[in-house]
């Protein structure tokens, strides 16, 4: 019989944090005095945690799915796949470091209960978070908010609850490059958020350095919007008007019988900029092919290299 809830959670080197992690989950989810399971999703990690996670499903093989990649596919990806190996009617996915509190699972289970097919935990307090951390998070939010087709949130991670409907329309977009969140603020369906204080990091090393983050705004822009393309096609417009507008400004001094603009350094910065113009459409043009090109050698998302469940 498939369990009444599932809990996914990616285990990247979290060798200090995971047995405690299951733990908690655990006693949150007995306390609801229904079915559960906790999907753990091995990804390529290169610490202890594999064999702490074999160990946690020899204690308790009832409840704990195992999933061992083969290697590190990612943190979004990941995501997927436990989603893609949870049996529950509703699913949390939540991460391992326990930075967002498995005490907040019964709060996004009662707005499932109301009858809202996702529920997403929102950031209300943020604890042991620089300055810089906190205000680069925001302007991911708003840059994304402003590019993207999307509605995403404002402090609203993956930190969340899908109902098994909402899950499954989920399932059917297999695109490589993944923003969760995202992908899950597009399929739509009824839709609220749950505050919470998210705790700072006790151990190990956050895994969304800026770097990373960066690239998940590429993904969120790229795979919702189409603006850096238009973007584009307005500099090359703007480019070709001011060579026009310079173009003309030189003949009325030529005829006006003044010496026209001229010599090596406007002709070089002219260059620059047209070169440069270029070089920045080629760019972006680039990672649309690039996407594509991903997309058509339709490999799979992921590869799983031993699952761990008792059936």
């Not at 998070?137 to 995403?152: C, E, K, M």
């Not at 923003?179 to 990091?201: D, E, L, T």
């Not at 440069?276 to 997309?295: A, K, M, P, S, T």
Request: glycine share 8%; with cysteine; hydrophobic share 45%.
């Amino acid at each position: 019989m498939n369990p009444r809830f599932s809990v996914v959670a990616p285990v990247y080197n979290e060798e200090q944090l995971v047995e405690k992690f299951y733990q908690r989950v655990r006693d949150v989810m007995e306390g609801l005095g229904k079915s559960w399971e906790l999907v753990l999703i091995n990804d390529g990690c290169r610490d202890k945690s594999p064999e702490l996670m074999d160990a946690i499903h020899a204690q308790d093989p009832e409840h704990v799915v195992i999933l061992h990649f083969a290697r590190n596919f990612g943190h979004q990806i990941a995501i997927t796949a436990g989603m893609d190996h949870a049996r529950g009617d509703a699913v949390v996915v939540i991460d391992s470091d326990l930075q967002d509190p498995p005490e907040v699972i019964p709060d996004l289970i009662a707005k499932w209960r109301e009858g809202y097919e996702v529920v997403y935990a929102v950031r209300a307090e943020r604890e042991g978070e620089t300055w810089f951390k906190l205000f680069t998070a925001r302007l991911f939010y708003r840059i994304i908010q402003a590019l993207t087709d999307v509605v995403i949130p404002m402090e609203a991670g993956d930190f969340r609850l899908l109902d098994r409907n909402a899950l499954e329309a989920l399932k059917r977009m297999r695109e490589r490059h993944r923003f969760v969140r995202a992908m899950v603020s597009w399929i739509g369906f009824r839709q609220i958020g749950v505050p919470y204080k998210r705790h700072a990091r006790t151990a190990g090393e956050t895994k969304y350095p800026f770097r990373k983050m960066f690239r998940l705004a590429l993904d969120a822009i790229t795979g919702f919007s189409v603006f850096p393309l238009k973007l584009t096609q307005w500099f090359g417009m703007a480019a070709v008007g001011l060579g026009i507008l310079l173009a003309l400004i030189l003949l009325v001094i030529r005829l006006g019988g003044a010496a026209p603009l001229a010599g090596q350094g406007l002709t070089a910065s002219l260059v620059l900029f047209m070169g440069g113009v270029q070089l920045l459409g080629i760019g972006i043009l680039g990672e649309y092919v690039g996407r594509i090109y991903d997309e058509i050698r339709d490999r799979p998302l992921y590869i799983v290299r031993e699952i761990k469940r008792r059936e």
